[in-house]
């Protein structure tokens, strides 16, 4: 077999389990508890979604499963392109966001890629698993976690792409259209590809999207998913926006079928009701405040204002992450252990936002163990 | 970006979309009908299976997608390994077993790999989009398709892999598991990466399957389906065998996530209950020998001894089989023109089995246009 990209030496890392929340199954299993009885902070899914009509449309086209999925994704693209206001041609749909971070690694065959630290995990594997090597920009917790984005500017002279979370997981260092724009400028002169992934842009800034800066750009792709907002996570659905010729170029390398029907059908349906949108993005915002405000409160804890649906946390006692992971989890909870996060350490944990009752039994339950 | 492998050189296809059976809803457009007007014997789907159950899985099953799937199949792994009676180390599980075909060229990378013509065309995309090169081997219509496995020996000998779907579609050609066994034993001497697809083989030949042997191989990889037998196309389903090693490499590079709850939980369900699976391939068997005596019957087409839940027919008249599909598609028959398969031309033809009346219709149809 060819020598000459190496995949094989990312083997060492075996697979992407062990970089993930939302593994309440498992955590199920090793305290005797039903998966239905644990409380999940650990994935960021918005817990108002299941409010939105998602298991009619399920129920509905049932009798789909029987037939191949739509390859082109035809009704959903027409969908995104009107709720986003960009040309079909700009769009292309995949098994969740994940499946098109891979997709453009393979495409376009970074050599480097600059990723922030912390970040979301993929990121970092998808350069690796096409022979590439991450170039980390480490965010500061003496800063908040907050990056300057001359900073950015100057760290990209030598990659060939640029991954951006925004607002970035787990920290929620949250970068304004205006400041990316200049950003967007710099990569496009210097051909360097520039992914931004707005997965939890939709919480709390739904103005600041760069799609329709990406169909008229060369390099820019924006990753959008509906696994948290929507919390598809089970059904699996994402989508990119780019120029012409980016979308092309990931349409010809891109395999087939990989979007099921049931996903197509409900995220068509989820755009064409914009009200329901708007009604659980403020039920997000007001249950965060409320969420972040309670946490504050907590002695030996100091949360960091959040930008999206999730809380980043330092624990400022003598206990690690991981203790009280497993403390909580003795108990139903499930919180995110942020210890295997490059550029964080076992003094952090992530919340997602979930409904009252459930927030007030974390902040219970974390008042009795902090 | 890096030159030396070369993906770019592929974008000339564009995307699959041009080569497959099954785009029912892109011929109900074109002719003014609803896509369940269309009586589709395009795509090799086993209409028995919705007698299964899986629809009740599914209702029972859709809390689940607001949870991320479990990404290593835990409960889906467990049951396949009961089924085949093979180690869960050696069970890899997929969006359809399309995306393990990517998987494993991307692992392995082959510079060329022998493929069949004509047979499914994503074997020699996946090949491809890694850089490498097909190497074909022409099943002849003077031998009826057939092929002797010396003759499959001598063509190994310059390729690191090799790709046979057993049966094969479209053509039906099959080999029994004491031929392929000799070719196993030479292609682990070789170290050439031996892919059988099997995604046909439970129609008529659930004994002669290489998964057992594959658990102890080290070059090996079956893949088998839930698409054609279980219907699930829509869905998205599939899975491979091999040994510990080999499947390490693939879930070292596989994206997580690929494999949504629903799938997952279906998949389960159905290997759970091996009296339904004796019951439809019954069915399948015995309207498969019907349409094929039909279809013998009809002046001016000769079909192909079937060995799984297809026919090929080649038209011995004028006609030409994209104006014969023209034809069929305006009276709501979708059949699938095999002009565009590598080793075919526009005088075949293929059709899935459906159910008797569906079946009689076709019949009647072709009889009124041949």
Redesign the interface.
């Known amino acids: 077999?060819?020598g000459?990209?190496s995949?094989?030496k990312?083997?060492e890392?075996?697979?992407?389990?062990y970089f993930?929340g939302?593994?309440?199954?498992e955590v199920a299993r090793r305290y005797g508890l039903l998966?239905?009885e644990i409380l999940?902070f650990s994935?960021n899914?918005n817990?108002w979604?299941?409010s939105l009509g998602?298991?009619k449309i399920?129920?509905t086209n049932?009798?789909?499963?029987?037939?191949?999925?739509?390859?082109?994704c035809?009704e959903l693209i027409k969908q995104i392109s009107q709720y986003l206001g960009v040309g079909r041609e700009n769009i292309l749909v995949g098994?969740?966001s994940?499946?098109l971070m891979?997709l453009a690694a393979?495409?376009?065959?970074?050599?480097r890629a600059l990723i922030f630290a912390p970040t979301f995990f993929?990121y970092e594997r998808a350069i690796k698993?096409c022979?590439g090597e991450p170039k980390f920009l480490f965010l500061k917790e003496s800063q908040g976690f907050s990056i300057n984005i001359q900073k950015i500017i100057r760290a990209i002279k030598d990659v060939?792409a640029v991954f951006i979370c925004n607002p970035n997981n787990p920290t929620g260092t949250f970068f304004p259209e205006e400041e990316l724009l200049e950003l967007v400028k710099i990569t496009e002169e210097r051909k360097i590809t520039f992914i931004v992934d707005e997965s939890y842009l939709d919480f709390k800034y739904p103005g600041e999207s760069l799609v329709r800066e990406a169909q008229k750009a060369n390099y820019l792709l924006v990753l959008r998913s509906f696994?948290k907002f929507f919390?598809?996570?089970?059904?699996?659905l994402g989508y990119g926006v780019g120029g012409g010729h980016l979308i092309?170029?990931l349409?010809?390398?891109?395999?087939?079928?990989?979007v099921?029907?049931?996903?197509q059908a409900v995220g068509a349906y989820l755009l064409r009701h914009e009200e329901n949108i708007k009604k659980i993005r403020e039920a997000v915002r007001k249950e965060t405040e409320f969420l972040f405000g309670e946490l504050s409160q907590i002695g030996g804890l100091k949360p960091y204002p959040p930008e999206a649906n999730f809380i980043l946390v330092r624990i400022e006692t003598e206990l690690s992450s991981l203790k009280l992971q497993e403390d909580l989890a003795k108990k139903g909870i499930l919180i995110r252990d942020c210890s295997n996060f490059t550029g964080l350490n076992d003094k952090f944990f992530r919340v997602a936002v979930r409904k009252r009752e459930e927030n007030l039994k974390l902040i219970d339950n974390l008042r009795k163990t902090i």
């Open positions: 077999m060819r000459d990209i995949p094989l990312y083997l890392m075996k697979s992407s389990n993930h939302g593994n309440h199954r998966p239905n999940d994935a899914i817990p979604a299941n998602i298991e399920v129920r049932l009798k789909e499963i029987y037939h191949y999925p739509d390859p082109q035809t098994n969740g994940t499946e891979y393979r495409a376009l065959l970074p050599r993929e698993a022979g060939e696994t919390a598809l996570a089970g059904l699996r092309e170029k349409v010809g390398l891109k395999e087939p079928w990989t099921n029907c049931l996903a």
